[in-house]
């Protein structure tokens, strides 16, 4: 039986994005079932999924990321799909690259699969204090989990259906992506990553700065510190 894939895509102001983004989507995966989770943007973000022809969940707060994603999440597991994926409302991860996110849970390989812009070949480049930040989360998560993740801070990602019921009840609010590692690697679920291509955003301006990433890299170090103290959460496989 073919699993069933749904696309989340969390957007905050993206009415310039996003429907490119779905566009490119369609290109590559027409048939997949997608949902936006607008995030109570103050711009035009809703209307553009509508005119797009997608269905949208527009939050009536705005919370966030992790909110938002865990919104999407939910609507995943209420609905049973066997795999949901993560893609930024920016622009930034194009649906060629889907196919390599999927492939390891659709082999049984992995429960959580993670787009890396720094794997392989990829000539992404953000700015050099963002850069400085995301090694030194890298660096810290590796000694807390024994394991190399390259890439804590992206948001292009895959669960299967046991990580989406996990995520669903427990995503992380603040700073959601590094901290989720530590809570899947807590709770025993298998996490890889596969190397990717990212663009540069096509629009908009991202809501951290140069100040911005080296505070945010301060704050994520706390927050996977408190997270990997908390005691893991009792699942069923």
Not at 123 to 147: D, Q, Y
Not at 194 to 215: D, K, L
């Amino acid at each position: 039986m073919k699993p069933r894939i749904l696309i989340i895509i969390p957007a905050y102001n993206e009415s310039e994005n996003i429907g490119r983004v779905i566009d490119d989507i369609r290109e590559h995966l027409p048939d997949t079932e997608l949902i936006v989770v607008n995030d109570c943007s103050s711009d035009d973000t809703e209307a553009a999924v509508i005119r797009a022809g997608e269905k949208v969940l527009s939050l009536p707060f705005n919370l966030g990321i992790g909110g938002a994603v865990q919104t999407g999440l939910r609507y995943a597991r209420d609905r049973r799909f066997d795999i949901a994926l993560q893609v930024d409302g920016d622009g930034q991860h194009p649906a060629s690259e889907i196919d390599k996110i999927i492939a390891p849970i659709l082999d049984s390989k992995a429960d959580v699969v993670i787009g890396s812009r720094f794997l392989g070949e990829g000539k992404f480049k953000s700015s050099f204090s963002r850069r400085i930040g995301i090694r030194i989360i890298s660096l810290f998560n590796s000694i807390l989990t024994g394991r190399k993740i390259t890439d804590n801070t992206s948001g292009f990602r895959a669960y299967n259906k046991a990580a989406i019921a996990f995520l669903a009840d427990y995503y992380p609010q603040d700073y959601p992506e590094p901290v989720a590692i530590i809570d899947l690697f807590k709770n025993g679920f298998r996490i890889i990553e596969v190397p990717v291509v990212m663009r540069e955003r096509e629009a908009g301006i991202s809501s951290i700065g140069a100040f911005g990433s080296m505070y945010y890299m301060i704050k994520v170090v706390v927050a996977n510190l408190i997270a990997f103290t908390r005691k893991s959460i009792s699942r069923e496989k």
